[in-house]
DNA sequence: CGCGGGCTTGACTCACTTCAAGTTGTGTGG
DNA sequence: CCACACAACTTGAAGTGAGTCAAGCCCGCG
């Protein structure tokens, strides 16, 4: 019963066993959500926050005449519900993109981490500013690169988050998400981004087989999308000791 | 003299006297930067963070062809650098739109805050993760809304932000933008951009006069790009007493 | 008076969208 | 084991929103 949230913060600091029983706090209970479910849509009042225990979720907004965007993609050990924490209704639809299972807790278990941890604070302050610089750098992408590119960050920036908690995955990953998702995530239809695959298989950046997806010249495409890795380390130098 | 600082941040919560005393230690320094001036370029390792006492900012990134995206506008009382802390190297350049006035203060006066005033740790975490709420939305804009869309996103997103100060601002603003900043914000042309703005003047959305911009039909402009208003309040019933 | 940066305008181009008609794969029921 | 339903993907043709290029304008400034 090892935990994938303790796993994932580990990463950065040596967690105290005090840290580490305030965050098991966090997992006490579980639920499970199938594929396509929404765990919750924008605009409900939400009070709890999520830790992923297994399973692929995204976040989206709608536009009023259907168009859609997707803000930002969760894997396992990601605390999801950190943006909500300045509003009382949600600011955008949680999705499971496949089973899943959630561990829910309350708002209020966050201001227990803050009077008692500094430390673990420091670490969860400095996660959610990363995660500010990888949006920043999705704005980048999204306002400034061409079809291909933005397809080949995604891949890259997919890859590079789920190397921090599996050290095994070198060069493939099994990709969860339909052509239509893939487009809502970086601003392109469903067809553009069937064209843009094929394109990029045809240049022999990347093999498609079903939903594995292997990069062939991860080098090449860093050096094409300009793609900047973000999640294997961060500075923690200043935290309070 | 009063400060910006305390003045943005006591819209959303009383401080107490030790609170005012840990915030102006942030602005026991300043420093001058004329129009147009870098303040810290991508890359650059940063060890201070800044409050803006007076002026305009923005964060930009440079892709290596030259495209530019701007991704954040800074105005008086704005706490510059939270993204930073999460890594030793600048992640955008930060460049003086206006001549501005800022006071540098190291990030490790951060930790002070942390380990002593958990109530204002919670409101500085609060403000990181509304940013992040409000970049959410900017990257919806920016993937799935049109030219016109977008610019009135970006007009109504500023004239929100300064209203938090300056309650006697009602429909207008000086904007000290040009338009090809506007653009590099958006993710548009220059060229565009002057069309776009054509096209708000004759459908009676705006008025343009010099840099002075008037919005003369704000409701329909939040209709037409499903505007959120994220700054007017945020949710403090959380935070630690 | 001339210079230069920012803005405007029009003609042309193109990356991406839209629409529509297949194809493929997969689960389901008879 | 086949039939068929359905969602996801593919492919091509046509359309369009925004980009590119280029010329001209406006205006503050040396």
Redesign the interface.
């Known amino acids: 019963m090892s935990s994938c949230l303790i796993a994932k913060l580990s990463h950065y600091i040596d967690l105290s066993s005090d840290d580490c029983r305030l965050l098991e706090r966090l997992e006490k209970n579980e639920r499970e959500y199938s594929a396509g479910t929404d765990v919750h849509t924008i605009g409900m009042e939400v009070s709890h926050m999520h830790v992923v225990k297994s399973g692929w979720l995204y976040?989206y907004?709608d536009?009023?005449d259907g168009?859609?965007?997707i803000?930002?993609i969760h894997h396992p050990g990601d605390v999801l519900g950190?943006?909500?924490?300045?509003?009382?209704d949600a600011?955008?639809t949680l999705r499971a993109s496949t089973d899943a299972c959630l561990c829910p807790f309350p708002?209020?278990h966050?201001?227990e981490i803050?009077?008692n941890a500094?430390r673990l604070?420091?670490l969860?302050?400095?996660?959610?500013?990363?995660?500010?610089?990888v949006?920043?750098?999705?704005?980048?992408a999204?306002?400034?690169?061409s079809a291909r590119e933005r397809v080949s960050y995604l891949l890259l920036d997919l890859l590079a988050r789920l190397r921090v908690t599996n050290k095994e995955i070198t060069d493939s990953f099994k990709l969860p998400l339909n052509q239509s998702e893939i487009g809502d995530t970086?601003?392109l239809t469903n067809v553009y981004v069937s064209k843009t695959l094929k394109q990029l298989q045809s240049d022999g950046y990347i093999s498609l087989d079903n939903t594995q997806v292997r990069l062939l010249n991860e080098d090449a495409m860093i050096e094409m999308c300009?793609f900047?890795e973000?999640y294997a380390s961060?500075?923690t130098s200043?935290?309070?000791a």
Chains 1, 2 share one sequence.
């Open positions: 976040n907004l536009l009023p168009r859609r965007q803000v930002r950190l943006p909500d924490i300045a509003y009382n600011s955008s708002k209020s966050m201001d803050f009077v500094p604070t420091a969860l302050f400095t996660i959610a500013v990363r995660d500010q610089v949006l920043i750098d999705m704005l980048r999204t306002g400034r690169m970086v601003g300009d900047a973000r961060i500075d200043w935290f309070p």
